[in-house]
């Protein structure tokens, strides 16, 4: 029922910054809490941040806490990632997911993008 195309993403250097966009399409996007993984070759995917319904909530992984903001525009069904002070373990695949509630799980969600390459250089 929804589908969800990540953008934004590419070749950053150290101390960039980068804003990922991930456009949802379906009939209830509001009805979603909406979360950003990561994944890097080799190792597991990684919680980064996640947004209540109506994006009064938010959760951060430590690793990115007052480095990355996550917030959404539900008129234009869409969730963003900015991403300030990029480091090169920020190095990644970023994908978006819809789900349930806003948590640091990936079993909550339902849906999944296809995700968006992210490099950073040292």
């Known amino acids: 029922q929804v589908q969800l195309v990540e953008s934004g993403g590419g070749l950053v250097q150290a101390g960039g910054s980068l804003r990922l966009s991930c456009a949802a399409s379906?009939?209830?996007?509001?009805?979603?809490?909406m979360g950003w993984f990561r994944q890097a070759p080799g190792k597991a995917r990684q919680f980064v941040a996640a947004?209540?319904?109506?994006?009064?909530?938010?959760y951060y992984a430590d690793s990115v806490k007052g480095r990355f903001t996550i917030s959404r525009d539900n008129a234009r069904n869409t969730v963003y990632l900015q991403m300030n002070s990029l480091k090169p373990e920020d190095t990644a695949v970023y994908i978006c997911?819809?789900?349930?509630?806003?948590?640091?799980?990936?079993?909550?969600?339902?849906?999944w993008g296809q995700g968006t390459q992210v490099t950073v250089s040292s």
């Open positions: 947004i209540s319904r109506s994006g009064g909530t938010t």
């Open positions: 997911a819809a789900g349930r509630y806003a948590a640091a799980v990936g079993t909550v969600y339902d849906y």
């Open positions: 379906g009939r209830t996007f509001s009805s979603y809490a």
